[in-house]
């Protein structure tokens, strides 16, 4: 079993996880996305550049688990009930959201998009953990009887996430108000679940 | 009145609009986002750069007109219903975005966050448009009796908008399955709107 601070199952020096982070949202800050650069984060940590690359393969996928994942976050455990569940990953997703910078987050994604290699990267650490966080949720939904039929995870991904990912980014919208939005997306999907309105996933 | 093809009250011509869209989207499908400049449409719609820059302020501004909102595209009118509202909104929604490239938006938006000058040309000019359809919708619904109370025009923005630019700008996702998330999508906020679970504005 992992040791409190420890994400996964990979041991870690959680000082270094901390100091790597501290370097990133404080450069992030000063400087913006562009002129952030893996030696000056290593600089500002105090720490060799090879501590970072032991952990990230790339300058962008250590932004993306800096500011949107943290560095040792467990996403919400089971509640018990559906709504409980889809309050909790709302809270979540918003928390990360609401504490990210918006031109920061753009520039990630634009930077996925451009780079094949990162996209990759991308869709097999950050998508597949959200996916399997929402699969296992509809899973134990369905094992209580919550749910009339089984819901496609990625529309109910997208319905989640959407919103909340959209709100800053690309409507300007304030970060004060995310939590609220994750409240009503939380409500409006539950019932939607609740109600068989989204549809299976297709074969 | 305008006449039709016109877009607003601007008189237009439109072979030029429509050599403009033509040559943005052919020059951006070859070459991609940081690729494109004024200079290449202009030579390859074979107009002079003052016409287009009579209609678009900046390379972005152009980009964004022809990929989200066509060049003389109106929003949808009044269907009668707030749910035949919504379901044609999202749908127009959903069909600029599934025809959109998601590399394309992903840098759009960057460049808007690194850009305070462009972030304002785009607040006022996209975001203003599509909020006030959002406003003007949700009066029809009010002065019909459909809603118990006035929501916030910005969450309903949020929650409609949102799952749709994230489907395939952030999860990766098909945009063969986006008229289906629209749907999905419009049932939802239809259902949470009619029974006030979408919060008023804040004063």
Chains 1, 2 share one sequence.
């Not at 040792?72 to 709504?83: I, N, Q, V, W």
């Not at 990759?120 to 950050?126: E, K, L, P, S």
């Not at 966080?133 to 089984?150: C, H, K, N, Q, V």
């Amino acid at each position: 079993m992992p040791k409190p601070g420890q994400a996964g199952g990979r041991p870690r020096d959680s000082r270094v996880d901390h100091a790597i982070a501290e370097a990133v949202r404080a450069l992030l800050a000063e400087h913006g996305y562009a002129a952030l650069t893996v030696d000056a984060v290593a600089a500002r940590a105090g720490i060799g550049k090879a501590a970072i690359y032991r952990r990230f393969a790339t300058k962008q996928e250590m932004i993306f688990a800096v500011i949107l994942h943290g560095m040792s976050e467990k996403p919400p455990a089971d509640t018990g009930t559906l709504r409980g569940d889809i309050t909790a990953l709302a809270a979540w997703f918003g928390d990360r959201i609401a504490h990210a910078d918006a031109g920061v987050m753009a520039g990630l994604v634009a930077d996925i998009h451009a780079d094949p290699a990162l996209q990759t990267r991308f869709t097999d650490t950050y998508l597949t953990l959200e996916r399997s966080i929402l699969a296992a949720l509809i899973d134990r939904a369905m094992a209580r009887g919550e749910l009339p039929t089984r819901p496609d995870p990625a529309l109910v991904h997208g319905l989640l996430l959407g919103p909340l990912f959209t709100w800053q980014i690309m409507l300007g919208e304030s970060a004060a108000r995310t939590p609220q939005l994750a409240h009503t997306v939380a409500h409006m999907v539950t019932d939607a679940l609740s109600m068989g309105v989204i549809p299976p996933a297709t074969p």
